[in-house]
């Protein structure tokens, strides 16, 4: 069974700092990996998309990597803004095995950007 | 991508009730999925919404609990029957355009339904 872990689960930085998160899955056979945003009480929104056989994606201040065989992410945000604060998910789609080609998720890093 | 409206946005229901949720889709998609988000906790995926059969559940959920629809390509409704106040929680449509390979599926979410039971 794919489990999702996310380091750490709580940040809290200065802005303009740069800032690194980290996601972990057990299970290697992934299509892809998605890291999502999601402010309090909001659904989500598409950060980036890494397929399996990329390392990395990145999209204006973002940057994500992938090491699919040892199994590990990390998104780095770079000059962060007090915008940036939110919850950051990190999720795989299942490659194997008839699983309807579900996501399974992290919990998440609380991100706070104090101004 | 694809553009998910979802609604209700909120509610607060009776014990007892129950709740239909609506996700509409911009573009025809292949795979529209259901989570749910408890307070303080990540998606839970309940069930993939096939078109034109019976959604496929995951472990712990059940048809009569949570009734599914996916009538085409563009929408489907959930139920939250007989609700308790263990049942509150965010609900949120996904879906996921497939136009490529598999490892090139981006999954889209709806703002969520934000259910309190009293």
């Known amino acids: 069974k794919q489990e999702v872990t996310q380091i750490p689960a709580a940040l809290s930085v200065p802005e303009g700092e740069n800032l690194v998160l980290n996601c972990s899955f057990t299970d290697s056979a992934i299509y892809n990996l998605q890291w999502f945003r999601q402010d309090p009480g909001k659904g989500l929104t598409s950060l980036l998309l890494i397929q399996s056989s990329q390392r990395e994606q990145t999209s204006g201040r973002l940057n994500a990597s992938l090491d699919k065989s040892s199994g590990r992410s990390t998104l780095y945000i770079a000059a962060s803004q007090p915008g940036d604060s939110a919850t950051y998910l990190c999720a795989v789609r299942q490659g194997s095995g008839g699983s309807n080609y579900k996501l399974t998720f992290g919990k998440g890093t609380l991100l706070t950007v104090n101004p | ?118």
Request: aromatic share 8%.
């Open chain 2, 1 to 118: 991508s694809a553009v998910i409206s979802q609604k209700p946005s909120r509610d607060i229901c009776q014990r007892g009730t129950s709740l239909t949720i609506q996700c509409q889709v911009d573009s025809q998609v292949t795979m529209m999925f259901w989570y749910r988000q408890q307070p303080g906790q990540s998606l839970t995926l309940i069930a993939t919404a096939n078109q034109g059969s019976e959604a496929t559940y995951e472990s712990g959920f059940v048809i009569d609990k949570f009734p599914i629809s996916r009538p085409n390509l563009t929408f489907s409704t959930l139920t939250v029957s007989n609700m308790s106040p263990e049942d509150s929680s965010i609900y949120l449509c996904s879906a996921t355009p497939r136009t490529g390979p598999l490892s090139n599926t981006e999954a889209f979410f709806g703002q969520g339904t934000r259910l309190t039971v009293v």
